[in-house]
């Protein structure tokens, strides 16, 4: 068990252009969730997916966010034309399925939009 | 929807002193209760959870015990110590047809003094 995973674990760009994260989860964990989280907030959810199949999306997840995991093991974000509103914290958790309410949380991903 | 209150801090302590982050909530059905915590520079870390009422949960000498009369998940520990210094979440699962999303409040930044 190797924990969660997350890469890059800082990203700076410039407003405009696209980024991806990329999240590997623990091991045959089936359930990978996404949360943003802005400075002295706590995390809120953005979707999250059991197996490849994403089950839902928040509504803070405007048309520019898309995210998939296409074999069911990691999973990627990515933002297209990026709003220095953007900047936040990106978290990815697992969970070993739909029965486990324990989420194990990766170190994140910190986005700066200049 | 599902919603959850903590104390505001910062909250600055010396050490041995006892420690008490209030965490209210409000869901449907019964959730379950967590606390995580994120120490500096950290991803998050689960600390403990209840998952029905009158249920305590407990590590590291922290506990909180789900009182569903008061909808209430308060974080205690008796005897602070420096490395206890940490930003401190409340957390709900909703577990509607299976463990979802996490719904966490604001967080309680927590500093103890030597």
């Known amino acids: 068990d190797t924990g969660v995973s997350q890469n890059p674990r800082h990203k700076i760009t410039k407003r405009g252009q696209n980024v991806t994260f990329r999240c590997d989860p623990i091991?045959?964990?089936?359930?990978l969730y996404w949360y943003r989280q802005t400075l002295g907030q706590g995390p809120e959810f953005l979707t999250y997916?059991?197996?490849?199949?994403?089950?839902?999306k928040s509504r803070l997840l405007s048309d520019r966010f898309s995210a998939e995991r296409p074999k069911g093991s990691f999973s990627t974000l990515e933002i297209q034309r990026t709003e220095q509103g953007d900047s936040a914290m990106y978290l990815c958790?697992?969970?070993?399925?739909?029965?486990?309410?324990?989420?194990?949380f990766g170190p994140g991903t910190r986005l700066t939009v200049l | 929807g599902d919603s959850v209150t903590q104390m505001e801090g910062p909250v600055t302590l010396s050490e041995e002193a006892f420690l008490t982050i209030n965490c209210t909530y409000t869901?449907?059905?019964?959730?379950?209760l967590f606390w995580y915590v994120q120490y500096p520079g950290e991803g998050l870390q689960l600390l403990l959870k209840a998952t029905k009422a009158d249920d305590k949960g407990s590590n590291k000498g922290f506990e909180a015990t789900y009182r569903k009369e008061t909808t209430s998940f308060h974080l205690e520990k008796g005897s602070v110590q420096v490395s206890d210094s940490a930003v401190y979440f409340c957390?709900?699962?909703?577990?509607?047809?299976?463990?979802?999303?996490?719904?966490f409040g604001q967080g309680t930044r927590l500093t103890i003094n030597p």
């Open positions: 958790a697992s969970s070993f399925d739909r029965f486990s309410d324990t989420q194990y």
């Open positions: 869901a449907t059905g019964y959730p379950s």
């Open positions: 957390a709900l699962s909703p577990l509607i047809q299976g463990a979802q999303k996490l719904v």
């Open positions: 091991s045959e964990h089936n359930r």
């Open positions: 997916f059991q197996n490849e199949a994403q089950l839902e």
